[in-house]
């Protein structure tokens, strides 16, 4: 079965600097789809970014980019510029044809001004 | 433009009591995806529907738990006898086609604590 590990339940980063979200998962599939959601106070998930596993090319979005490793099953997520509302729970998430989405625990992030 | 809709948001029961919680998806969509998220844990996947069919339970408990889509109207995630282990949140998804090749959008979710 698939799964995905997030494996620091907790970080914390200073206003403005880089920090990096870690994510692993395992599949024997070739295709498929790696999500990272963000889940602040209110409880909304919020979809930060997307990769699709036959895309080389790391997908960016704004402050928010991934380092995609495919052979390795890795995918962590790097905030640059943290700002205060940066401060949630981040899900790593992944989804093939034959599964539903399968969520990892979740890293909570703390921005410290 | 609304987005996907739940309610109510939140939601007490005692135990045995039913708990009915309600999800309308983002205009356009067919497609219904229900999640629960236990305390410091992540989603978990429950049910799959799209209009009048129940594509994918794999996710949900065999028993007190069900799930419709009607052809009008809200989907419903109904659990039946609560106990205190069901109080979780529970968040609805909906997409415009099948899986994520398409983007789930969440819900606010619906948090239901059993007394």
């Known amino acids: 079965a698939q799964t995905v590990t997030q494996s620091q339940p907790e970080m914390s980063v200073q206003e403005a600097e880089t920090v990096t979200l870690s994510c692993t998962y395992d599949t024997s599939e070739s295709d498929y789809y790696l999500f990272w959601y963000k889940q602040p106070p209110s409880r909304q998930m919020i979809l930060v970014i997307r990769?699709?596993?036959?895309?080389?090319q790391n997908a960016t979005e704004n402050r928010f980019s991934v380092n995609f490793q495919k052979a390795a099953k890795s995918f962590s997520l790097k905030i640059s510029d943290s700002q205060l509302g940066d401060a949630a729970m981040y899900f790593c998430a992944y989804y093939s044809g034959n599964t539903p989405l399968v969520f990892g625990k979740g890293t909570r992030l703390s921005v410290i001004a | 433009n609304a987005g996907v809709m739940q309610n109510p948001r939140h939601l007490v029961r005692r135990r045995g009591q039913e708990a009915r919680l309600r999800c309308s998806p983002m205009?356009?969509?067919?497609?219904v995806y229900w999640y629960r998220q236990l305390p410091e844990e992540g989603l978990k996947f429950m049910v799959y529907l799209q209009k009048e069919n129940i594509i994918d339970e794999s996710g949900m408990p065999k028993e007190r738990f069900s799930a419709e889509f009607p052809k009008e109207g809200p989907s419903i995630l109904r659990i039946q006898q609560v106990v205190r282990g069901d109080s979780a949140a529970y968040f609805c998804a909906s997409s415009p086609g099948p899986g994520s090749y398409n983007e789930q959008f969440f819900g606010p979710g619906t948090r239901l604590t059993v007394l």
């Open positions: 205009k356009g969509h067919s497609h």
């Open positions: 990769q699709e596993a036959y895309k080389q």
